[in-house]
């Protein structure tokens, strides 16, 4: 919709803005059809809340009683911080409706006096502000709307219980942890940890460091472990020289010093030397063959010889030495198989190996692969898998290695009886049927026993353990860590068996704890997946089929009946029939007002009874010549009019004003004749005005009728603008006129007239010939002396015709007039009494 | 701007003309009297040149009608045909015989009889109401009017023998009468002084756009 055009009501053209009246139809257009924007002016649509062109607010919003507004803080909008603590903020005054909103976004570093007095001037009125109040208002809703939102959040984290941590598989206690798991217990419980002189020898080094003050005496830790203290009490930490030569690299620098002498070192630990002491560094002679490949290099020649090296360590000699390297045949069984590549000649011979080692050949010299018979059972596992026939014969095999029985000849499994005690419990996978019995197993083994019972997933798999240990009964030398070991059992455990030289140790059952049984891996079923049988595809499993399961159209199931009550089904059905059934409004019975028999035949009476008496009145002269009715005229109004025109002398001029229209023709032109006849009489020269339209015509007429000579007569042109037009016409007076004959039937005309002719300042004489409805409103002008003398309807102009002797249809005319006001009169009297005797009607009881 | 034209250059143009013409009333000074019959006659012009586009604006509206055949389309075209007739004998040349008889034609054929059907209804309607107004109102002030109506009827011209009607109808129009005509002319002359001087002061400016 324009901004500038209004649509009629009516019609619906569109009109200029600020129209009264509609071009199109004429309709009167509402007011106020736009408003007005206060800020630019523009003018909008009624039904515009924003100006369409600033977009400032036009409807004024609803204010709220003082007494309920409430100071709001000013929000804090992005990072912006607030400018002054809100307490202070609280005590201040409601901000007018003006500058505050500038105050609350000055920076708190500008007093608050300063800047109010520094502020600029208030706008002037309230309608500019609104656009203001609005974001005001839209501001404060947001931070109402967000405090509702930190309320309702804050209600929803107080009604949330909070969140109990996840539950954690209770830790078994360390006393119930096999030794050689307490090194792996869970951190969560460091009070329950094991005290360090409880730890097996070879556990103590990797003791839990939340309790270093446990540790135990380093004169209590066997020979290879004397080394590992735990890091957390570096204070305790086994000086270098006490360390074994392998851990002598990761001892901790803070104790160089503190290093093991390697004499006490045990032979399979005599080459680890310390990093940190270099000096301290085994010669590369003294490295085990095994170590010599790690020993640091700032000292290869501090190798310990291959003779002092244990057996299961000699193989595993510095690489820097090569030529020192253990012959394959001092190499103990389990160590054969991890000779130095550098020197697979130098393997040592299978003889000179510890029963423990002698499995364990050189990868890299698979022809030196030790026969499958000659490995330990616990190294047949891991026998290189080329010559799976080399397996070492049971019998060979040392107590300890002979339950590790290699997987690629599950046959070849060394019995039960022949495993040494601390590797009875860890029976190889493929053998299940080889587990060795419980009571055979040593009593720290019984805990990782594999289950007799129950086959498959159920089994553990085999652990290899932390660190290998050579067997007493391979080499005749069981040591002594071994012997306690055996002897150490765990609070409220029983006793292990004494071990005895060929013996069955019995291993009880451990408990495995349920954490670590949840990690224990399922072995899944296999999935059977169909192999594609055509195609590119051919002899692949796991192919998609081609056939997409969208393109399958989904079987659609039929939702299930609904139940419907008998109830709700007449409801229905119901409403159903009333929905079809045609709407009968009853009509209110309207009847027309005087529409009935009765109106019709009065009407026709009154119809009948004017006509018969104004034209029989007419008619009956001409029928009956010289009848007439007697009437008495009032000649004295008439009197004074004659006597003003017939006062006046050639030459006079007449203003004649004919203010009349074509309705009140045919009554006014009665009444004009004789008054002109009798100015033409008097030899006046006539100027006729008029100020309407049709005035002219009429004047044309009146003159053509009465035969004026047209020398005795000037027809003004037509002047509008009605009393202006008046003014003008005489302020355009050439001369003062000697009467002024007005002849009018409306009372705007003779009002103007009167007023317009006072007001020039000039006696001017003003006779009128009226309308006999004007004699009311001519009154007081003529008391007054404004207007001097009039003749008033056709009586008057008849009374005329007969005071001065001038024929004219005034007369003729009377006694039609007198008939019709008797025939009016009589009308009146008839329906007064005939109503008053029938009562009032219904619409005059309503 | 636009609120510059609209509103002030109206109002900046009325209010010395009017004050001008008002005193030139009051105070017969010739110079305010000369410039009071310049205004007033420039006022005519623009009020002829009013009733010009007045004309316009009707042919205009009719046009539209009869162009979109809304309701009383027909209406509209005879009043178009009607005033293109009346537009003819104007234009002709004056003094000829021509425009003279056109003239007398149309007042004698068209506008007289139309005229005078309208007057015959005005008065055959008050008649009517006249006969059925007690139908509808007893009241007493129902047949205190009829009584003048008679009274003033009979006394306009009365019947000879019925002069007495004349003075009792005398008495109504110089009593009653003139003086509510008094009232409403007092009224009529109160208002008019007020509302000049709303329109002197500005209180008023239907000369200016909102």
Sequence with gaps: MSI?????????????????????????????????????????????VYCDRCQARLVPMTATPPEEKRYEPPPIKGLSLPTIPLEEKKEEAPPAATEDWLAQLRPAAIPQDVTREESLP??????????????????????????????????????????????????????????????????????????????????????????????????????????????????EAIPTAELPDWLREIAPPEAPEEAIPTAELPDWLRGVAPPEAPEEAIPTAELPDWLREIAPPEAPEEAIPTAELPDWLREIAPPEVPEEAIPTAELPDWLRGVAPPEA???????????????????????????????????????????????????????????????????????????????LRGVAPPEAPEEAIPTAELPDWLREVAPPEAPPGPLKSPIVPPLLEFPSE???????????????????????PPEIEAGGVIELARAEIPPWLEAMRPRPEAPLKEPVETEGLLAGLSGVLSPVLKLEVPAVRKRPPAAEIKEAPLARAQLLQRLLTQPIEVPQPEVRRRGSGLGARIQGWLVTVVLIVAVVGTLLVPRILPGTSLPVHLDTSPARSVYGIIQGLSAPATALVALEYGVAEADEMNLVAEPLLRHLLRQGAHLSIVTTQPEGKLIA?????????????YTIV?????????????????????????????????????????????????????????????????????????????????????????????????????????????????????????????????? | MSKLVRQWIPFIIFLPASIIVLLGYLMPVPGLLYLRDKLVEW????????????????????????????????????????????????????????????????????????????AALIFFTLALAAFRLLRTRHTVASVLFLLVVILVLAGSVPLEGMEQLTLWRAAIIHVPAMAGARGLLLGVALGTVIAALRLIIGGERPYSEP
């Design chain 1, 122 to 235: 208030p706008p002037e009125t309230g309608r500019e502000a609104d656009w203001l109040e609005q974001l005001r208002a839209a501001s404060a809703a947001q931070e109402t709307g967000a405090e509702e939102a930190d309320a309702w959040l804050r209600q929803l984290r107080e009604s949330i219980p909070p969140v109990s941590p996840p539950l954690e598989p209770e830790p078994l206690a360390p006393a119930e942890l096999p030794d050689w798991l307490r090194g792996v217990a869970p951190p969560e419980a460091p009070e329950e940890a094991v005290p360090t002189a409880e730890l097996p020898d070879w556990l103590r080094g990797v003791a839990p460091p939340e309790a270093p003050e446990e540790a135990i005496p380093t004169a209590e830790l066997p020979d290879w472990l004397r080394g590992v203290a735990p890091p957390e009490a570096p204070e």
């Design chain 1, 344 to 422: 697979p000649e130098e393997a040592i011979p299978t003889a000179e190996l510890p029963d423990w080692l002698r499995g364990v050949a050189p990868p890299e010299a698979p022809e030196e692969a030790i026969p499958t018979a000659e490995l330990p059972d616990w190294l047949r596992g891991v026998a290189p898998p080329e010559a799976p026939e080399e397996a070492i014969p049971t019998a060979e095999l040392p107590d300890w290695l002979r339950g590790v029985a290699p997987p690629e000849a599950p046959e070849e499994a060394i019995p039960t009886a022949e495993l040494p005690d601390w």
């Design chain 2, 43 to 118: 006022a005519t012009i623009v009020a002829a040149f009013a009733l010009l586009l007045g004309t316009f604006n009707i042919i205009h509206v009719h046009v539209g009608q009869i162009r979109r055949r809304s309701r009383g389309w027909f209406s509209s075209f005879v009043l178009l045909l009607t005033l293109l007739i009346g537009m003819i004998p104007p234009l002709l040349p004056e003094g000829t015989s021509l425009r003279s008889d056109l003239n007398r034609a149309v007042l004698d054929y068209v506008l007289r009889p139309v005229g005078a059907a309208l």
């Design chain 1, 4 to 48: 500038s055009m209004i649509y009629c009501p009516k019609c619906g053209s569109a009109n200029r803005r600020g129209s009264r009246f509609c071009n199109e139809c004429g309709e009167p257009l509402p007011t106020h059809t736009a408003l007005r924007c206060p800020m630019c002016g523009a003018m909008n649509p009624v039904g515009n």
């Design chain 1, 700 to 712: 044309e007429d009146m003159l053509r009728t009465i035969a004026a000579p047209e020398s005795l």
């Design chain 1, 717 to 846: 042109e037509y002047r509008p603008a009605g009393a202006t037009g008046i003014s003008q016409l005489l302020a355009g007076a050439r001369e003062k006129p000697g009467v002024i004959l007005l002849l009018t039937a409306r009372p705007a005309s003779l009002r103007w007239w009167i007023e317009q002719t006072q007001a020039r300042g000039e006696k001017l004489t003003l006779v009128a010939g009226l309308s006999a409805a004007l004699e009311p409103a001519a009154a007081p002008y003529l008391n007054a002396g404004a207007l001097q003398a009039a003749l008033y309807g056709l009586g008057g102009a008849a009374a005329y015709e007969s005071e001065g002797g001038l024929p004219g249809r005034a007369t003729e005319r009377l006694d039609a007039l007198v008939a019709g006001h008797l025939a009016v009169i009589a009308l009146i009297l008839i329906g007064a009494i005939i109503h008053t005797l029938a009562g009032p009607s219904q619409e005059g009881r309503r």
């Design chain 1, 473 to 495: 009964t391979a080499t005749g030398e069981i040591p002594d860590w071994l012997i306690e070991l055996g002897k150490e059992v765990a609070p409220g455990a029983p006793a």
